[in-house]
C-alpha cells in the first residue's frame, strides 16, 4: 500500500490543488504555542516539545491501528494518504524561483538581488554567492519538502512522515526559542539519514566521481548540516560552472531540478522493486 500511496501524493501534487488547500498549519502552531507557553514546561523544554509532539503522534498511531484490520486496510488508505500529503513542504520552490530566473536571464541584477530576498529569504554580497546560495535553496527546499517525507514514509509509515513535518513546523515557526532549538536538534537527526541517502542519489544519477570525491569525508558526519552538504553535493554533481548574469546560470538552475528529477525517479524505481520483494 505504501508504493500506491507514493504514486497518489504524485497525481495530488501535479494534477490537483488539494495540497495547498490541505495544509493548515494553525491548528498545530496554536497547540505549540500553548505547550511552550505553560509555566512547568518552560523551563524543561525538550519536555514540553515532547508534550507538543507526542499527542497528534499517538492518535494517528490509534487511528491506523482502528483502520488497518478493517477490509483489507483500505479505510487507512486515506488516511495515509492525507498524512503523507499534508506532511510534504508548504509552498512551490519552482514557482518561488521562477522571479529569479526570469530577473537573471534578463541580465537584471538588482531585480535578482530583489525577488530573491523577497521571494527566498537569501541574501548575498556578490553575484556569485547570490547564485550559489539560490542554487542550494532550490536542492534544501525540494528535499525538505519532498524527499524527506517520503523517505520516513517509505522506511517507518505516516507517523515518522508526520513527526518530520511537525518537527521542521516548529523549528521554523515556532515562537518559544528553547522549543525552537530543540525542535532543530531533532529535525538535524531525522535529516541525517535521508539527507545521506539523496546524496548518494546524486552520485548515481550526476557525476559519481565527483561527488564521491569531494564529499567522502564530510558524508557520515554527524555535525554537517544537511542543507550544506546537500547543496555542495548539487553542484558537484552536476558538474557545472557557476557562471555569471544571464543564460548560464539559468541553465544551471535547470541542471539542478533535472537532477532532482532523476533522483525521484531513482528512489520511486527503488521502491518499487523493494516493494515487489517484500
Not at 502552531?29 to 497528534?56: E, F, I, K
Not at 517520503?150 to 522549543?179: H, K, S
Amino acid at each position: 500500500m505504501s508504493f500506491l500511496v507514493l504514486l497518489l501524493v504524485l497525481l495530488v501534487e501535479k494534477l490537483s490543488s488539494w495540497r495547498a488547500r490541505l495544509q493548515r498549519d494553525s491548528l498545530w502552531l496554536g497547540w505549540l504555542d500553548s505547550v511552550g507557553g505553560a509555566p512547568s514546561l518552560t523551563a524543561r523544554p525538550w519536555l514540553g516539545l515532547l508534550v507538543a509532539v507526542l499527542p497528534p503522534l499517538l492518535l494517528l498511531a490509534l487511528l491506523l491501528t482502528l483502520l488497518e484490520p478493517v477490509a483489507y486496510g483500505l479505510l487507512a488508505l486515506p488516511v495515509h494518504l492525507l498524512v503523507v500529503v499534508w506532511s510534504l513542504g508548504r509552498g512551490d520552490i519552482l514557482r518561488a524561483v521562477g522571479p529569479f530566473r526570469d530577473a537573471w536571464r534578463r541580465e537584471d541584477a538588482q531585480g535578482a538581488y530583489h525577488v530573491a530576498r523577497r521571494d527566498l529569504g537569501v541574501q548575498a554580497d556578490n553575484d556569485d554567492e547570490l547564485l550559489a546560495q539560490v542554487q542550494g535553496t532550490l536542492v534544501w527546499q525540494a528535499y525538505q519538502a519532498f524527499f524527506a517525507v517520503i523517505f520516513w514514509y517509505a522506511l517507518l509509515g505516516p507517523v515518522a512522515a508526520l513527526t518530520y513535518r511537525l518537527l521542521a513546523i516548529a523549528a521554523e515557526q515556532g515562537r518559544q526559542a528553547e522549543l525552537r532549538e530543540r525542535a532543530v536538534q531533532l529535525r538535524h537527526a531525522l535529516d541525517w539519514l535521508p539527507a545521506r541517502a539523496l546524496v548518494l542519489s546524486f552520485a548515481l544519477v550526476g557525476n559519481f566521481v565527483a561527488v564521491s570525491r569531494s564529499l567522502l569525508h564530510d558524508l557520515l558526519a554527524w555535525d554537517v548540516p544537511a542543507a550544506r552538504l546537500l547543496a555542495r553535493a548539487g553542484y558537484v554533481a552536476e558538474d557545472f560552472n557557476e557562471g555569471g548574469l544571464g543564460a548560464k546560470g539559468v541553465a544551471s538552475l535547470d541542471a539542478l531540478w533535472q537532477l532532482l528529477v532523476r533522483s525521484a525517479v531513482l528512489w520511486y524505481a527503488v521502491f518499487a522493486i523493494w516493494t515487489l520483494l517484500l
